[in-house]
């Protein structure tokens, strides 16, 4: 807990791995739930509800989220965490696995109280240093980049790093329709931010409570084909993750007025028809109405960025700047920010 609030705004990082065929073996899937335990707690959370399909596991945290795919580990932590420190654990039991790490990604927002950020998340130049000294030497492509926006407290933080062979294979045309969004929004409208408050001595379990939430507030709708795995915090707060097939997505709130917030976060492919996008901004921001969102999309095209920009002033927000850089293996990253205030 930070001295002056719950951090709400996530740590994210996602590895890839190599040396496995997914469709023969299931790769990092083989790490037990101990093993990933005692990764977490390198990190400072731990596990409350995790559901799995075909493809991936899904893990909601105490703070944020963990997906685990046959050669890729996706996590997501808020508040105080140390995610970085869980980048060494994973090369280690990985290795065991017969997998080498071949590309690293970390993003983040600004955060709300970054005065109580423990190390190594004190600095961007912190983190940075940090990831340049446990990642293996092979990661050879570099970058680092802080994309401004004309909002002082909105500020996108990037680090990727990959090797050669990853670099080749994200230049395939299979990878190049593929994006992801990461969704970060603040000043939630407080009749809607209520929703995620429990009621005193209410009887029910994190689980039982998460599933009232997600329907009381129509988080079902956002993707009506995904299997949903939800929890509640006591007094207040939600997590869930959601699967449908290889796609992931998970949606975190921290509704304490004064520093309301939320994220939400999902992979999708243009192929999915150009109304895809739009529908999926629009039920979001239906759910929490937020004062301010930034956007991230991560992409080889540039074109998911315009139509983000399109669907959300469609839905009367306004954008207020916009950010675009080039990272090896990640590819364009647009980062833009949006308000309900007149520009």
């Known amino acids: 807990m930070a001295a ?42 731990t596990v409350v509800s995790s559901v799995g399909n075909h493809f991936f596991d899904s893990y909601v ?8 795919y046959p050669t890729k580990i996706i996590i997501k932590t808020c508040g105080t965490t140390q995610l970085l420190k869980s980048v060494r654990p ?7 696995l017969g997998l080498s790490l ?39 492509y570099k970058k680092a980049s802080l994309m401004p926006s004309k909002l002082s407290t909105h500020t996108w933080h990037v680090f990727s790093a990959t090797d050669e062979s990853h670099l080749m294979f994200m230049e395939q045309p299979s990878t190049c ?21 429990r009621a005193p001595n209410d009887g029910k379990t994190g689980d039982s409570a998460g599933k009232v939430m997600t329907e009381m507030t129509r988080i079902c709708d956002i993707n009506p084909k995904a299997h949903i795995c939800d929890f509640a915090f006591d007094p207040c707060g939600y997590s869930m993750n959601g699967l449908d097939g290889e796609k992931y997505s998970t949606i ?19 192929s999915e028809g150009g109304s895809y996008i739009g529908d999926v901004l629009r039920k979001v921001v239906q759910v929490f109405r937020p004062g301010t969102m930034s956007v991230s999309t991560t992409c080889s095209s540039r074109e998911v960025a315009a139509r983000v920009a399109k669907a959300v002033e469609q839905i009367g ?24 205030r007149r520009i």
């Open 4 to 45: 002056s609030g719950f951090e709400g705004i996530e740590k994210r990082l996602e590895l890839h791995f190599s040396g496995d065929d997914p469709m023969i073996g299931i790769g990092l899937r083989q790490l037990d739930f101990q093993t990933l335990e005692e990764i977490l707690r390198e990190v400072q959370c």
């Open 61 to 68: 945290l105490s703070e944020s989220s963990l997906f685990v």
């Open 90 to 96: 994973l090369i280690h039991y990985s290795s065991n």
């Open 102 to 140: 071949s590309c690293c990604k970390y993003s983040r927002g600004s955060f709300i109280f970054p005065k109580s950020q423990p190390y190594p998340h004190t600095s961007f130049q912190e983190e940075v240093v940090y990831l340049q000294n446990v990642l293996p030497k092979n990661l050879c």
């Open 177 to 197: 329709t593929e994006f992801t969004f990461e969704i970060c929004m603040t000043e939630l409208d407080n009749v809607l931010a209520r929703k995620f408050f």
């Open 252 to 270: 975190h709130v921290t509704p304490e007025e004064g520093f309301s917030y939320a994220s939400f976060e999902c992979v999708g492919s243009l």
């Open 317 to 340: 927000m306004n954008c207020w700047s916009c950010t675009v850089d080039e990272f090896p293996a990640a590819g364009t990253v647009v980062f833009q920010t949006f308000t309900t």
